[in-house]
């Protein structure tokens, strides 16, 4: 019962923010956010919490510990050694240089904006098979990423998929597509592109059709052409969200893992900076090494996250 | 074309067609181009694993398989891919970390929404904040978490982690409950109703249309997921579709027609899916994605 006196003598419940309500709705309201137990809300609370610390706020503060230690991952023991696995990560450049391979991903994340842009544009107005186009460009977003990766390594082989439509077109030099230093990157980086297109369509899209359609009648009155009306009307309608499409193509590029894993390894100069990262933490035993890269690149996608709130305040994107 | 424009309800005949638009015709090629990228190199691996070994390694890519009906190479792949043993893992991997991914968010979400308390605007931001933290960013520390619980090489592994990592389900859980009238609550406490029956009997039903947005992307992430079964779940007994599935470029080596069987065997149920879903899976996406 303690609980309950306890509740009893914290005094009025908040105001609830119900202006224009009728007099008998606070008095209600009041009675039933008093009800319950202080405890109440945390029985319900307690596992998501749990399982947020635990698996969330702890490992950020772990990594944080490790990374300022030579820390193998299993030893019992590990000594401090202040910054120095930082000043290893700035200082050796073939630990930072991944970070070029980023930049390949980040161009082809703008080629795949535009064309989710142009797509999403086609698709909002009167066109033949408007759902059968947009199923098909979608739908590798929902594939299975080993999967991806090995059409795409048959598509990629020599003699492969590839080839053999360059050969129809009457080109019939051999590429190492996945072989060639200053081939692979941009190879995987098309994967990607071809991965994610389609998703960034369907959020284009669906802000696009939020746009009332009565304004394209009336630019159409004007007699505003296509291009125009996108550049007038659909552009500005939709900044939110290409700001935030901005947002998440840089910060995936920076943690781009998946296909280059399955496809290459890392082989040939595709690493990037997360297969680099686990490499070095699963495969060297350098958790120490390992955990400050992975603080750096953290750093890295909040900073950039933080910049978008900055250049684009409250516009929340509202879908749906 | 007599083919019916099943897709424009309009009907072909809106006025807007007929005059000479910007990008009339480069609509449609760009569309058509576009979808045979994404169409051609899926096609390529069903027609390859349809082909004999013998077939698989004289004839091009784009020649069709001489038996359009020899599926040996699904059979090699579901025995000795141990594809059925994944398949088995990553139900139930997908069925407990949904259920429970469902449960926590609703029940976090109506904590939040329903009940004043203090440290509210604290437990918020908490999730708010651990929105903007990539997993990939965190796996080296959280190895060593799921190390000292014991779950490593275990399925409660990839379930914890599915279950501990999901804030975006909570959050559109949120936005949802917002909608759901208090009146209704407070109606059935008027009744003599505790908190979890509001919750249980109340919420939860009305939840429906975000449940099955929640399950869509949390089945479809988990279905695909690589990261979390390779780093946490190495043992072969272990393996998920995408893990069983990794493994064939060991022993397959270059037998691009086993590899394409279970690369199709992988994909189908995704297809199956998407086809059955289609107008959820697209809202879903993008009202998850923007969080």
């Given at each position: ?5 306890k ?16 007099t ?74 991944v ?11 703008f ?25 098909i ?6 594939v ?7 059409v ?15 050969n ?33 369509m ?34 500005p ?7 935030l ?29 997360v ?10 035993d ?35 | ?29 760009s ?24 077939e ?32 088995v ?130 089945g ?30 060991g ?24 086809l059955?879903?289609?107008?959820f ?11």
């Amino acid at each position: 019962m303690t609980a309950l006196q306890k509740d009893r003598k914290r005094g009025p419940a908040p105001a609830h923010a119900a202006p224009a309500a009728p007099t008998k709705k606070p008095a209600l309201r009041r009675r039933t956010t008093r009800r319950h137990r202080w405890f109440t809300p945390w029985l319900y609370l307690l596992i998501p919490l749990t399982l947020l610390v635990a698996f969330t706020y702890l490992p950020i503060l772990d990594m944080f510990g490790y990374s300022v230690t030579d820390w193998d991952g299993v030893s019992p023991t590990s000594e401090n050694v202040g910054a120095a696995n930082y000043t290893e990560l700035f200082t050796r450049p073939e630990l930072f240089k991944v970070f070029l391979v980023s930049g390949v991903y980040l161009v082809a994340s703008f080629v795949q904006i535009a064309a989710a842009l142009w797509f999403a544009t086609v698709l909002s107005f009167d066109t033949r098979f408007r759902n059968l186009f947009k199923g098909i460009l979608f739908f590798p977003y929902l594939v299975n990423g080993v999967a991806i990766g090995f059409v795409f390594l048959y598509f990629f082989q020599p003699g492969g998929t590839l080839d053999s439509l360059l050969n129809l077109l009457g080109y019939h030099g051999r590429l190492m597509w996945l072989g060639d230093p200053d081939l692979v990157n941009k190879s995987l980086a098309g994967v990607s592109v071809w991965r994610y297109m389609g998703l960034n369509m369907v959020l284009f899209l669906g802000a696009i059709q939020s746009i009332p359609g009565h304004l394209y009648e009336a630019a159409s009155l004007d007699g505003a052409n296509r291009w125009q009306q996108f550049r007038h009307i659909i552009a500005p309608s939709i900044k939110p969200i290409i700001s935030l499409s901005v947002i998440l193509a840089i910060s995936g590029s920076l943690a781009v893992f998946e296909i280059p894993y399955i496809m290459t390894g890392g082989a040939n100069g595709s690493q990037t900076f997360v297969i680099q990262t686990v490499n070095l933490a699963f495969k060297f035993d350098k958790v120490g090494l390992a955990s400050a890269s992975a603080v750096v690149l953290l750093a890295l996608i909040l900073l950039v996250t933080w910049i978008q709130r900055r250049l684009v305040p409250e516009e929340r994107v509202e879908l749906s | 074309m007599t083919t019916p424009d099943l897709a424009v309800p309009a009907g072909p005949r809106a006025p807007r067609r007929r005059r000479p638009t910007f990008g009339g015709t480069a609509k449609y090629v760009s569309l058509v181009a576009a979808s045979a990228i994404v169409l051609v190199p899926l096609l390529v691996v069903l027609l390859t694993s349809l082909k004999t070994e013998q077939e698989a390694a004289t004839t091009g890519p784009l020649t069709p398989p001489g038996n359009w009906f020899n599926f040996a190479n699904y059979l090699t792949a579901f025995q000795e891919g141990q594809m059925v043993q994944a398949f088995v893992n990553t139900t139930i991997i997908l069925g407990v970390s949904t259920t429970g991914t469902v449960l926590i968010g609703s029940m976090a979400a109506y904590a939040i929404d329903r009940f004043e308390f203090r440290l509210k605007k604290l437990v918020m931001s908490l999730f708010l904040v651990a929105t903007l933290v990539p997993g990939v960013t965190t796996q080296v520390a959280t190895f060593q978490i799921v190390n000292d619980l014991g779950a490593f090489n275990t399925r409660w592994a990839a379930i914890l982690l599915y279950l501990g990592t999901d804030i975006v389900s909570i959050y559109v859980f949120l936005q949802f409950i917002r909608s759901i009238p208090i009146s209704l609550d407070e109606a059935a406490r008027l009744d003599g109703a505790n908190s979890f029956t509001v919750y249980w009997r109340i919420i939860l039903p009305m939840l429906k249309p975000a449940i099955a947005t929640v399950v869509i992307i949390k089945g479809i992430t988990v279905y695909n997921d690589f990261y979390i079964p390779f780093l946490y779940m190495p043992d072969s007994e272990l393996g998920t579709v995408s893990t069983a599935l990794f493994r064939f470029k060991g022993p397959f080596g270059a037998h691009w027609e086993t590899i394409s069987a279970g690369t199709v065997l992988v994909i189908l149920p995704t297809l199956v899916v998407f086809l059955a879903l289609q107008r959820f899976i697209y809202s879903g996406f993008a009202a998850g994605s923007t969080k």
